[in-house]
């Protein structure tokens, strides 16, 4: 398996896929015999990165050919971002104070999900799949769980004592690795922010859900997480992810300017950045007398 890169493969990768043939991001694929085709890019991004890198899979999501599957890997955005899925509630899931205090940018992805805080320890997977590209697997969330499951069981033999718990990654009972997914009748996407590194304090942005798996049992966010380094190197994570998919499908290089060239539809973003009204509203409060340039749109 030959996968093509931009720069260091390393630092972000994304791929796409057929039945036949899987893609890394930036030729086209053509349908073959065998196993499914990929492909795969690599190229570094900012907090508009982190934005941008959900817009660019939102707009691969919605206006690519649908014939064209696609796995988009992200390694790392250079400054601390929270992230939420589409229907989360800041008031309810951040400290939204600390976070108005401390200037974090927070971003609403376009898909569901929980929420994490991400910085250039996180390493970010997502598929975009077709129905009849993954054979055996239903257009719903627990088979593709279960595919996903399997996929990585291959990255982890052997290391750790790795499962799919609920909607989780783990090794044993804490998690590294946290999913989410958007799901139509005849395609799917399905994303995974895996916990490589994190910063200890960054935690503490982020208050303890309502709803939380039964495995969790009312820990703290530091004692229910982990961390992948202590378990394997990056390179090799992304390396036996490539190779894990290279095994489901055909593997060839692409780069980002695909999705440019093959995407003419127009269609408004549902990625948002949050603005300094919104958070303050959240908090419930007069607006606070303190600099959050960052955080307009």
Not at 13 to 28: C, E, N
Not at 148 to 157: A, C, I, N, R, T
Not at 224 to 244: D, G, H, N, V
Request: charged share 20%; hydrophobic share 35%.
């Amino acid at each position: 398996m030959k996968v093509g890169q931009v720069g260091n493969v390393r630092v972000n990768t994304v791929i796409k896929f057929r039945p036949h043939l899987l893609t890394v991001l930036s030729h086209q694929i053509q349908r073959s015999r065998g196993k499914r085709g990929f492909r795969a890019y690599g190229q570094r991004q900012s907090l508009i990165r982190v934005q941008n890198d959900y817009r660019t899979t939102e707009k691969t999501w919605i206006t690519i050919d649908e014939s064209e599957n696609w796995c988009i890997v992200n390694d790392g955005t250079n400054s601390p971002t929270i992230v939420m899925g589409m229907s989360g509630k800041p008031a309810e899931l951040l400290e939204v104070e600390y976070v108005i205090r401390d200037r974090i940018p927070v971003i609403k992805r376009f898909t569901g999900g929980g929420t994490v805080i991400v910085d250039q320890g996180t390493i970010f997977v997502t598929f975009i799949c077709n129905r009849i590209d993954v054979p055996g697997v239903q257009p719903y969330p627990q088979p593709i769980m279960s595919w996903s499951g399997l996929l990585y069981d291959e990255v982890f033999q052997e290391i750790g004592d790795f499962h799919l718990r609920e909607n989780d990654y783990v090794f044993g009972n804490r998690k590294f690795g946290g999913n989410a997914q958007s799901i139509t009748k005849n395609r799917w996407i399905h994303h995974t922010s895996f916990l490589w590194d994190y910063e200890t304090k960054n935690m503490a942005y982020l208050k303890q859900p309502r709803r939380i798996p039964t495995y969790r049992s009312e820990r703290n966010h530091l004692e229910f997480i982990c961390r992948m380094k202590e378990y394997m190197p990056r390179s090799a994570f992304i390396e036996k992810t490539l190779s894990s998919v290279g095994s489901r499908f055909l593997v060839e290089p692409t780069n980002l300017e695909a999705i440019g060239a093959h995407s003419g539809t127009a269609f408004t973003h549902s990625t948002s950045l949050l603005t300094k009204q919104e958070l303050e509203a959240a908090l419930g409060s007069q607006p606070l007398n303190l600099p959050l340039d960052v955080l307009e749109s």
